[in-house]
């Protein structure tokens, strides 16, 4: 299963990033904590997601259940209070984890990607629309819990020189 322990082993996450609501001009930075269980005896990874964007008192959670493992795909389905659940398909490689969600039903669709960076974090890329346009865009870094944040892709790591 590659090298990816994000989602494939359990563990926390932590991250930080920023949300763009098209309704809204400013950023909205946010904090994330991902807790991923060990898979069960049918085979599923069973997380979940807690979202605290600065300035706002409630925290939004989504719990998320990966499964149908298979060489480079997988299922997963999402729920919050917000959507109810949703059923969505995910892909892998050795770079990269996705996985996207589409039901015109509920008319909310939708995709995640995570990028594996050479220090273990992963930069992550986000985009949700619902039926009345409505469209959230996320930019994040989610990193292994108790590891120290790590330093953006555009800024010099501490061995390294500034040209």
Request: glycine share 8%.
């Amino acid at each position: 299963m590659f090298n990816h322990s994000f989602i494939f082993s359990p563990g926390t996450w932590q991250g930080e990033g920023k949300i763009l609501l098209n309704m809204v001009e400013e950023e909205l930075i946010f904090n994330t904590n991902w807790a991923v269980q060990n898979r069960d005896f049918a085979g599923k990874v069973l997380s979940a997601q807690d979202i605290q964007i600065q300035g706002l008192s409630e925290n939004m959670r989504n719990e998320l259940t990966f499964y149908d493992f298979q060489a480079k795909t997988f299922s997963v389905d999402m729920e919050n209070q917000n959507i109810g659940r949703i059923v969505g398909t995910g892909v892998y490689d050795e770079h990269t984890i996705a996985w996207e969600f589409r039901n015109n039903d509920m008319n909310f669709e939708g995709y995640e990607t995570y990028i594996l960076q050479p220090d273990g974090s992963y930069a992550m890329k986000g985009e949700y629309v619902t039926s009345d346009q409505f469209r959230t865009q996320i930019e994040a870094r989610i990193w292994p819990h108790g590891k120290e944040t790590p330093p953006q892709a555009d800024e010099p790591h501490e061995n390294e020189e500034e040209p």
